[in-house]
């Protein structure tokens, strides 16, 4: 149980284009998932908190407007990344919370997606 | 804000030994913690999650301690295979609920 899925798992694309990553939880309703940024032998760095139904809470220094997160239903959070450039490619992963019985909110997370700008 | 250290960044080991994993954490006041697998170019696996009243857990061969007034972590895998060549990120939750990560220990077990 408790499966997250990232779509694409990898997109490369011209600089200027949009794209739009999206991540679902397959097993399980989650009221909030989470985005994560990570460089080459870096951390994950939040970048921004996805609740359903409202407006999502970005993270000191994330463009709000570069950065797009939709998270339409309780199982289905988007990312799109609006006129990217190549500084935007990295690794970006998503997490969806549930009340697992470990922890209140665990989160679950996805397999990641790669995203390469020319 | 909370910082999350791990030590070392890159571990090399023979296969069959034991192994110790560390991860400090600046702020006492956390939830839980929980160490995770990351494979080259893949999403997290989740190892083990302590909660903030726990001392340790264990699966298999993993052991992970925790003292929470000093800050630290320790992840114990005991008998490394190959197979346990992978980047490990300690993480740690907060009041907020968000998870802080450590930049992880990159560990190669040598056939």
């Known amino acids: 149980g408790a499966v997250v899925s990232q779509h694409p798992s990898w997109v490369i694309c011209k600089s200027g284009t949009s794209v739009k990553i999206e991540c679902r939880s397959l097993d399980f309703q989650a009221t909030t998932m989470f985005w994560y940024r990570q460089f080459p032998k870096q951390s994950l760095m939040l970048m921004a908190t996805?609740?359903?139904?409202?407006?999502?809470?970005?993270e000191q220094g994330v463009e709000k407007d570069k950065f797009l997160i939709n998270h339409a239903s309780l199982t289905l959070s988007t990312l799109t990344v609006t006129s990217a450039h190549p500084e935007d490619s990295s690794f970006y992963i998503c997490s969806a919370s549930l009340n697992s019985g470990r922890a209140h909110n665990e989160q679950f997370f996805g397999p990641g997606t790669r995203l390469t700008v020319l | 804000k909370q910082e999350v250290t791990q030590i070392p960044a890159a571990l090399s080991v023979p296969e069959g030994e034991n192994l110790v994993l560390n991860c400090s954490f600046t702020?006492?006041?956390?939830?839980?913690l929980q160490w995770f697998r990351q494979d080259p170019g893949k999403g997290l696996t989740s190892l083990l999650l302590i909660q903030s009243s726990q001392r340790e857990q264990t699966s298999g061969r993993l052991n992970a301690s925790l003292d929470k007034s000093s800050g630290r972590s320790t992840l114990y895998i005991a008998a490394s295979q190959p197979g346990d060549s992978a980047t490990y990120l300690c993480a740690v939750t907060g009041g907020s609920e968000k998870l802080v990560f450590g930049k992880g220990t990159k560990l190669t077990v040598n056939p």
């Open positions: 702020d006492s006041a956390i939830y839980n």
């Open positions: 996805s609740n359903e139904g409202s407006k999502a809470t970005y």
